[in-house]
């Protein structure tokens, strides 16, 4: 494979860009393999634990760009202790001694103290861009010292963050000769805004494209925003709330009906729905509009700023829009490719939540849909079956029944052929979740047809071990899956260990695994961390009575061994 000079090889990767795509390359021989450890400078760790800082740093030394995923996926549901780990400060310690060329850090469900974020922005001259997802731990001290410092930093994204708010002046932080942002995005901020500070900051970055402000920041501030900030292509707003007839709202208005290059809208996090119009110019050019966090708009306002947006692509919403509004969607955005319906109470029926009616809609109106998660309360076999013949493109299909073991309410049946032809239709699937009633024939339809999944979530399905060894001996690309309160037991876990040697992670809480179960597990495959995690349990002495349950177990590849900075209450077998 030794045909061209490094150089020119070098050159070719450049062009390889997916991260899956890269590993393949540095496999072919030992050249290649050089060459692409010395020439590739972004990187993947979808697990934290999975390798130390140090490896990383010795396989790839011009590393500019990290990815670095701490805490397993069902963190988000509160199935994680708070406190069971994903920190990120080794690996800033070790990266500011290591690669002070790094200019890009993306981090998610991950332990970020103000140390680290001060550390961080004075140990990287050149660093751009900072992502924070799903964080915890750090407040605007730190976020005061990542714009004091950072004198290149083009993007600072805080999604979904707990973020201890100190005080609101950490904007005030950024220097006079900051001009390079692109993108600032606080929206999960809950304190006040330096807004003079913000209105400086906005009106001496010609070049920034996306600003998502949070609650604080008020209608007629956003006003003033606008007139500087015309060019922007992402907006969220803050608060939404003024009187239609006065002076501010029609310049608002105005300012709005200026911004055409404006794609994605996202915010309204309080709103008056009587200032919505407002934004109806902008609409006809939007392509993502998010509404996840705005209760405020429903009913008939809702639907009449749907029907404003034709060509929208993605549409995360809340489930008060009801069939009725999911209907109007699906006249309207023909376009739509990825559609996301949350719930507006997750404890609690609302009165125009969406059931099965509402997806049948949209898969009829929306053939381009490729990715959906959609929170209901309730689901028939036949709409599943109809969606699976009017959608058979969906990569990601998340199904969550608020009632989770809910039968077909027109059958009583099992809603396992409805799933059975999502799988078998749609044949590049690599997500799915999966609720209410279901016995073991949906997993093997799952393990027969979902040849390309590579992420499954399971909750409260199935009735034995049967049904998650369909699953592993199907799913040939399985990577990631995760299961709680089901019948799943140690013949499930065990008979086919060699399989987890190609995965990620598995997940397993409420089920019937033992600590006996769990203790083979660990010996036949020391490649593996197995994690046991009991919290009604703070000694770290591990119990002498293998029969015992285990309340949660986290299993996962690690090229490392076992991490040194687990709790007492997380056992490492």
């Not at 000079?5 to 899956?20: A, C, G, M, Y």
């Not at 904007?171 to 606080?186: G, I, Q, Y």
């Amino acid at each position: 494979m030794n045909y061209f000079p490094e150089e020119v090889l070098e050159h070719i990767f450049d062009f390889v860009s997916t991260h899956k795509d890269r590993n393949l390359v540095s496999l072919v021989c030992k050249t290649w393999y050089k060459v692409e450890r010395e020439s590739r400078s972004r990187v993947f760790i979808g697990n934290c634990y999975a390798i130390n800082p140090e490896r990383l740093i010795a396989r790839f030394p011009r590393l500019k760009s990290l990815t670095l995923k701490g805490k397993p996926h069902f963190a988000d549901f509160n199935l994680v202790p708070h406190d069971w780990g994903g920190f990120v400060d080794p690996w800033i310690k070790a990266l500011a001694k290591a690669c002070p060329g790094l200019e890009e850090l993306r981090l998610k469900r991950m332990v970020v103290s103000d140390e680290s974020l001060e550390l961080l922005s004075r140990s990287f001259v050149n660093f751009k861009s900072l992502v924070l997802v799903s964080c915890e731990g750090f407040s605007t001290d730190g976020l005061a010292a990542i714009a004091a410092n950072c004198r290149h930093l083009r993007e600072l994204d805080l999604q979904e963050n707990e973020v201890d708010d100190r005080r609101g002046h950490w904007l005030s932080c950024f220097p006079e000769s900051c001009t390079s942002l692109v993108s600032l995005n606080f929206a999960c901020l809950k304190g006040e805004v330096n807004l003079p500070a913000l209105e400086r900051l906005v009106a001496r970055n010609p070049n920034l494209r996306s600003l998502r402000l949070n609650r604080a920041v008020p209608f007629e501030t956003l006003q003033k925003i606008l007139v500087k900030a015309h060019h922007l292509v992402d907006l969220g707003t803050g608060s939404f709330v003024h009187d239609p007839n006065s002076e501010t709202y029609s310049k608002l208005k105005n300012a709005i009906s200026k911004c055409e290059s404006i794609r994605s809208l996202s915010g309204f996090l309080e709103v008056a729905p009587r200032c919505l119009p407002a934004i109806y110019p902008i609409c006809s050019n939007l392509t993502s509009l998010n509404l996840s966090y705005a209760p405020g708009i429903r009913g008939n306002d809702l639907i009449k700023l749907i029907r404003h947006c034709t060509k929208l692509q993605r549409l995360w919403i809340l489930d008060c829009i009801g069939d009725k509004g999911l209907a109007a969607v699906a006249a309207t955005c023909k376009e739509l490719e990825e559609l996301r319906v949350f719930p507006s109470d997750p404890f609690g029926p609302g009165e125009d939540a969406v059931t099965e009616e509402g997806l049948v809609a949209i898969s009829i109106g929306c053939p381009k849909l490729h990715s959906i998660l959609y929170f209901c309360q309730q689901m028939t076999n036949a709409a599943l079956i109809t969606v699976a013949k009017n959608c058979p493109n969906f990569i990601r299909f998340r199904l969550c029944i608020l009632d989770p073991a809910k039968p077909d309410p027109t059958t009583g049946e099992p809603l396992d052929d409805g799933f059975g032809a999502i799988v078998e239709s749609c044949k590049r699937l690599r997500r799915l979740s999966i609720s209410g009633l279901l016995t073991d024939n949906v997993f093997l339809y799952i393990g027969m047809f979902a040849e390309q999944l590579e992420m499954l979530s399971i909750a409260f399905a199935g009735d034995g071990d049967q049904a998650m060894l369909y699953v592993l001996n199907g799913c040939k690309n399985l990577r990631k899956l995760e299961i709680r309160d089901c019948p799943f037991g140690n013949v499930a876990l065990l008979t086919d260990v060699g399989k987890y040697e190609t995965m990620r992670s598995l997940w397993m809480s409420s089920c019937n695994v033992t600590l006996e179960g769990c203790k083979t597990l660990a010996r036949k495959m020391p490649m593996l961390n197995v994690e046991v995690i009991n919290e009604n349990d703070q000694m770290g002495i591990i119990p002498d009575d293998d029969k015992l349950k285990v309340e949660k177990m986290y299993l996962y590849r690690t090229l490392v061994g076992p991490r040194q900075d687990a709790p007492d209450f997380v056992w490492t077998l």
